[in-house]
């Protein structure tokens, strides 16, 4: 089955400085690649995705890459600011389910 | 986009009970997902949950201590069977639609004591 591994597991920049998380999955079935935050106590919201036929993506701050041949994906996050503190999680999505990679505690320092 | 409305928010039961887990969905999907999150980690798949016919568990996971419904397109409940206080832990149900975004129930936090 799909496994999704993620890094760096914990991150910390100065705040207006970039983010890059990166993830790599197994699973050549896999077509759809969402991210999510999830602030402490809540359920994990999207922030963006990217389909298998696509190589970026990009939405005003935030940007995801994916090289499906060698099955990894990234996610970018510029002018970073407090608000940005979170986990993220990638994810891998074959037809029938989604896998989750293990989390990136991000925070940022004002 | 979907709604899920997911109860219990929280519980605190005794060693060797059951809790059942509710989920509905504000339209109907073809599968939900049912998850579990430990305190500070990532969401770990349990079950996808298919109307009309029975759950498929991920490696880990089995029916009887996880035992799934899904009487129809918008509602299915996990039941946590012999609880021990290793199965303290948030668990979530989930529908994506059309394989795109996925959307989250609340979450029921589960305390064994």
């Known amino acids: 089955g799909e496994n999704v591994e993620q890094h760096p597991s914990t991150l910390s920049v100065q705040e207006g400085d970039s983010a890059v998380i990166k993830c790599t999955y197994s699973d050549s079935a896999s077509n759809y690649f969402p991210w999510y935050k999830q602030e402490l106590g809540k359920r994990p919201q999207l922030i963006i995705d990217?389909?298998?036929?696509?190589g970026e993506k990009k939405d005003q701050r935030i940007a995801v890459t994916l090289n499906k041949t060698a099955k990894h994906f990234s996610l970018h996050i510029t002018e970073t600011q407090p608000e940005d503190s979170a986990v993220y999680f990638c994810?891998?999505?074959?037809?029938?389910?989604?896998?989750f990679g293990p989390g990136t505690s991000l925070s940022v320092i004002p | 986009s979907a709604v899920i409305s997911q109860k219990p928010s929280r519980d605190i039961c005794q060693r060797g009970t059951s809790l059942t887990i509710q989920c509905q969905v504000d339209?109907?999907?073809?599968?939900m997902f049912w998850y579990r999150q430990q305190p500070g980690q990532s969401l770990t798949l349990i079950a996808t949950a298919n109307q009309g016919s029975e759950a498929t568990y991920e490696s880990g996971f089995v029916i009887d201590k996880f035992p799934i419904s899904r009487p129809n397109l918008t509602f299915s409940t996990l039941t946590v069977s012999n609880m021990s206080p290793e199965d303290s832990s948030i668990y979530l149900c989930?529908?994506?639609?059309?394989?795109?975004?996925?959307?989250f129930g609340q979450g029921t936090r589960l305390t064994v004591v």
């Open positions: 339209s109907q999907v073809t599968m």
């Open positions: 994810a891998a999505s074959p037809p029938d389910k989604v896998i």
């Open positions: 989930s529908v994506a639609p059309m394989n795109t975004e996925a959307f």
């Open positions: 990217i389909r298998s036929n696509v």
